[in-house]
């Protein structure tokens, strides 16, 4: 069964600022997606990631992944309030998308 | 153009009833998907269809739920006997589903309340 964790649960920045969010799942998945959801809104896809080494970027984020290490990174690069949101990750397990518990950004002047 | 949407956007409704959820997906995909949202917690599978089929349905989690895709395009997800534990966002998803990738476009949701 895959499962997914991510770390942090929660993570507070201030503007400016870099950080990385970290997630790991458990079985083999060669593709992963990542997406953000907005208090009370649905799921925005960021970012496809469909191979070991895959690197996207859009704007001030930039996911990688290695299917090897069974790990994708969420980089965020001199944050901004606008940033602020739930981030999630979702290896991909027989056509289902397996979702960790979000990762909680609030990012602050 | 337009996206994935769901009706109603919120259901009150008592414990003991049957309740149905819609889902239209974006126009020319085939593969639609129901996830639960609990609060506090990511989406969690419920049931995959391709086309009129569910293809995968091991997400449901008793015979109280049920879903629908009978002309391969809009989906009803039927939940009878509605329990307190219930109460959740229920996220339809659809893709073209290509051979390549699987990228899923949600819609807005509609959130139960089970009262």
């Known amino acids: ?109 | 153009g337009a996206g994935v949407s769901q009706t109603p956007s919120n259901k009150v409704t008592e414990k003991g009833k049957y309740v149905e959820l819609r889902c239209d997906p974006i126009s020319g995909h085939t593969a639609l998907y129901w996830y639960r949202q609990s609060l506090g917690q990511g989406p969690e599978f419920l049931i995959y269809f391709q086309g009129t089929g569910a293809a995968d349905d091991s997400g449901l989690p008793n015979d109280r739920f049920f879903a629908v895709r009978p002309e391969g395009s809009v989906s009803t997800l039927k939940i009878q006997r509605t329990e307190r534990g219930d109460s959740a966002v229920y996220l339809c998803a659809s893709s073209t589903e290509h051979y390549s990738y699987n990228e899923q476009f949600f819609g807005p949701g509609t959130r139960l309340t089970v009262l």
């Open chain 1, 1 to 109: 069964e895959l499962k997914v964790e991510q770390n942090p649960l929660f993570l507070s920045m201030q503007e400016g600022k870099n950080y990385t969010i970290y997630c790991n799942y458990s079985t083999t998945s060669d593709r992963l997606y990542w997406y953000r959801q907005d208090p009370g809104k649905s799921l925005e896809s960021l970012f496809v990631l469909l191979s070991n080494g895959a690197v996207k970027q859009e704007g001030r984020l930039m996911a990688s992944l290695d299917t090897k290490a069974r790990l994708s990174t969420l980089h965020i690069t001199a944050a901004v309030h606008d940033l602020s949101a739930t981030y999630f990750c979702a290896p991909e397990g027989f056509q289902k998308l397996v979702f960790g518990t979000g990762t909680r950004l609030l990012v602050s002047p």
